[in-house]
């Protein structure tokens, strides 16, 4: 299995676990299940599986050639620091990119409208309101930039 | 040294369009290294900023009685001191050099998503600036601990507009992190330089993918919990109210679940940049490459479960489970510290201002970490907790940790980003001057908590006997303070005034890739990338360099003794 998936794969088997844990360990202590705990642990869970589920997706190949080995290597590939001699001959990026990015305004000017509608939270509509149009006028410009790139 | 030819399997990035110069420049970049550069001078104008209230701390305190500020200002003092240097000097310093090193290292010619990344940086930048602009209001900036426990972070305990400022600049950043993170993700996983595999990565670059995986998880938990502080405080919620059917214990629950992975947020970059550095000037190769992974790896993961052991003197959570996780977290620790002193037995150690500083982050961390267990068994817990033994152990981990090993990067890696090697002599009068502050700052600390002196107070009885060790701690700070003033002088003159020698591509006989390119980069970082067939693809390429020049000179020995 590839590493990028492994990665997220510890963290999720390692949760699950120690989330069962808490959960009983919480309440032969304290005598009361420990709600915030494990529900803050089951969404480390939930996130890292869904990690798994966006890179797995992408990498197909990265599933391959993880049973093998009996269960030794199996475990050592799944869970392990075991590199697969397929993957390591690949190229992440298959020709690499064709142009290095340009300069944009429309990164500041997202900084700038997040400033104003935080200041707005704060202060009141008279800032936020115009963060919202500031921030509306750099999405739709960050993304003709993307358009017009490609 | 000499670089390979260019491997005609991945052609270069054609430059794009190099846009204005000056301050235009700078507010439109999408370079990753201007980029990290802004992040990095940001980031450590907060480390003065916040120092400087640090100053006023100890002023207040070097002597009993309420002398500089009073109480209500002193709360806004460690507040913000914390707060600037938890959320806007290490996490952001760190962040700034994974921006600039992170694509060198692999090879690549700029992160994944570049225009991404421009917007992390100014949205941190705006964060920081709302959540220290509650100086600038009526109430004052926020004044309950950079912890912000419930009540007193309510509007009832804490009215006015500065903890609003507070929680706000919070979620920006927090958000910045978060993108951030994803950005390192997409950029390891996908662009990294042919044969540069997942197991060839220098250990700094997986030291910040392990830290990305905790920001990606963390930040989110601080993010809603301060949402509903802000609903709390602002529209009338009871999330942490209990006469509203909320709880306290609750915002204790979600702060620590985020604000322990934070302390390794703080820390794993730094192991990151002396496990850079302990190989490359200890003229060996690093010892255990995976099994330094892998304890780093088992760092992050063990640290999602270890946050209430900030609680244990609520009395309401499992003070078993949470000492044997906590203890457990040690292990990996001790792990990579073997790791680095088993790198520098028998090497021939150069102890140029990188390797003092990081030797200096070595003995100074492992003090705060052997204090760490300490405060890990519930019994001693209870004693110490709130009371300075907490603050002395804190700061030897993040001061001696974090800061020690990130003057070790700079010194590292400001030649290969100015092209100019800072000053060795103003280097070694800075790490003096900065360890011996930093003992007498912070090891008296241990005494005042054991003889029960709390922390967050500004002023203690004369009748306590703690003013002396406190006197010491102000004077010890103005040693800081003055170690500080030395490398902003060593890099106004080597630097910003040119007068540092040149550093070329490689001053240091480095082993990975960035030092493969000039000092500094060009725009697109690479003109042409050596074989990557080891974590240290630069040595290898030196290495046959020179074996390709002995084996030319023994060829040619031989033909003239032929010949002649």
């Known amino acids: 299995m590839a590493e990028e998936l492994r990665f997220f794969l510890r963290t999720a088997v390692y949760s699950v676990v120690i989330a069962t844990v808490y959960w009983f360990a919480s309440y032969a202590e304290t005598g009361a299940y420990e709600w915030a705990g494990t529900v803050l642990l089951a969404f480390v869970v939930f996130s890292a599986g869904a990690f798994i589920f966006v890179t797995g997706i992408h990498v197909p190949a990265a599933w391959r050639s993880t049973i093998r080995g009996g269960v030794t290597g199996t475990l050592n590939r799944t869970f392990g620091m075991a590199e697969d001699p397929d993957i390591m001959a690949r190229h992440p990026l298959e020709g690499g990119p064709d142009l290095l990015p340009t300069a944009s305004p429309w990164p500041v000017l997202g900084g700038a409208a997040a400033l104003l509608i935080g200041m707005g939270l704060v202060y009141g509509p008279w800032l936020l309101l115009p963060g919202i149009a500031v921030a509306i006028g750099a999405v739709i410009g960050w993304i003709g930039q993307e358009t017009r790139r490609t | 040294m000499t670089t390979a030819q260019l491997d005609r399997e991945r052609p270069m990035p054609r430059p794009g369009h190099a846009g204005p110069g000056g301050i235009v420049s700078v507010l439109t970049t999408t370079d990753h290294k201007v980029i990290g550069l802004l992040y990095i001078c940001t980031a450590i104008g907060f480390f003065v900023l916040s120092g400087l209230l640090a100053l006023l701390i100890r002023a207040e305190l070097a002597a009993p009685g309420l002398q500089v500020v009073d109480r209500s200002t002193y709360n806004q003092l460690f507040t913000m001191h914390g707060t600037g240097m938890v959320f806007f000097f290490a996490a952001p310093v760190a962040i700034g050099l994974g921006n600039y090193f992170i694509p060198l290292q692999i090879g690549a010619p700029d992160v994944a998503f570049p225009r991404l990344n421009a917007f992390t940086y100014w949205l941190f ?5 709302v959540a220290f602009s509650g100086f600038l209001t009526e109430s004052g900036a926020a004044a309950f601990g950079w912890t912000g426990y419930a009540p007193l972070s ?5 009215p006015g507009a500065g903890a609003n400022l507070w929680i706000v600049g919070l979620i920006m950043t927090g958000t910045s992190g978060i993108l951030g993170a994803v950005n390192f993700f997409a950029t390891v996983f996908s662009m990294r330089a042919p044969g540069m595999t997942m197991f060839r990565l220098p250990i700094f670059t997986w030291n910040m993918l392990v830290t990305s995986l905790l920001i990606m998880l963390t930040f989110p938990v601080l993010t809603a919990a301060l949402a509903m502080l802000f609903i709390d405080r602002a529209l009338g919620g009871g999330f942490f109210d209990p006469a509203q059917g909320g709880s306290a ?29 302990i190989p490359v000037f200890s003229r060996k190769p690093l010892f255990g490459y995976r099994a330094i992974v892998f304890a780093t790896v088992l760092i992050g993961v063990l640290s999602f479960s270890v946050w209430a052991h900030h609680m244990f003197t609520t009395g309401v959570v499992s003070s078993l489970f949470f000492t044997v996780t906590s203890m457990a977290i040690a292990i990996p620790t001790g792990v990579k510290f073997f790791t680095w002193i088993a790198t520098m037995w028998r090497g021939r150690i150069w102890l140029a201002t990188p390797m003092l500083f990081t030797i200096g982050f070595l003995l100074m961390f492992l003090i705060g970490g052997i204090t760490g267990p300490f405060l890990a068994a519930p019994p001693i817990d209870y004693a110490t907790h709130d009371t300075y033994f907490v603050v002395a152990h804190m700061h030897y981990v993040m001061f001696g940790g974090s800061v020690f090993a990130a003057f070790a990067g700079f010194y590292f890696w400001i030649p290969k980003m100015t092209g ?7 280097g070694k009068v800075h790490f003096w001057l900065m ?5 007498a700052t912070f090891f008296p600390m241990h005494q005042l908590g054991l003889d029960g002196m709390p922390r967050r107070i500004a002023d203690y009885a004369p009748s306590t006997g703690w003013q002396p060790i406190n006197l010491i701690v102000s004077v010890g700070s103005l040693f800081i303070a003055a170690s500080v003033g030395v490398f902003i002088v060593n890099v106004v003159l080597s630097v910003l005034l040119r007068r540092g020698r040149v550093a ?3 001053p240091w006989g480095g082993y990975s890739l960035e030092w493969a390119t000039t000092s500094p980069p060009p725009h697109h970082n690479f003109t042409s990338l050596p074989p990557i067939r080891s974590e240290r693809p630069v040595f290898d390429a030196r290495q046959a360099a020179a074996e390709g020049s002995e084996a030319l000179a023994s060829s040619r020995a031989e033909s003239e003794g032929l010949g002649g």
Not at chain 2, 154 to 158: D, K, L, Q, R, V
Not at chain 2, 263 to 277: K, N, Q, R, S, W
Not at chain 2, 420 to 426: A, D, F, N, Q, V
Not at chain 2, 435 to 439: E, K, V, Y
């Open chain 2, 420 to 426: 100019r090697m800072l000053s060795e002599g103003w």
């Open chain 2, 154 to 158: 309510e509007a009832t305990y804490s």
């Open chain 2, 504 to 506: 070329g591509d490689d």
């Open chain 2, 435 to 439: 360890l011996i502050g930093m003992n």
């Open chain 2, 125 to 129: 930048a705006a964060g920081a600036f």
């Open chain 2, 249 to 277: 214990i609750l915002w204790q629950h979600l702060f620590w679940f985020f604000g322990h992975p934070e302390v390794y947020i703080l820390i794993l970059p730094f192991f990151g940049i002396v496990t850079e550095i």
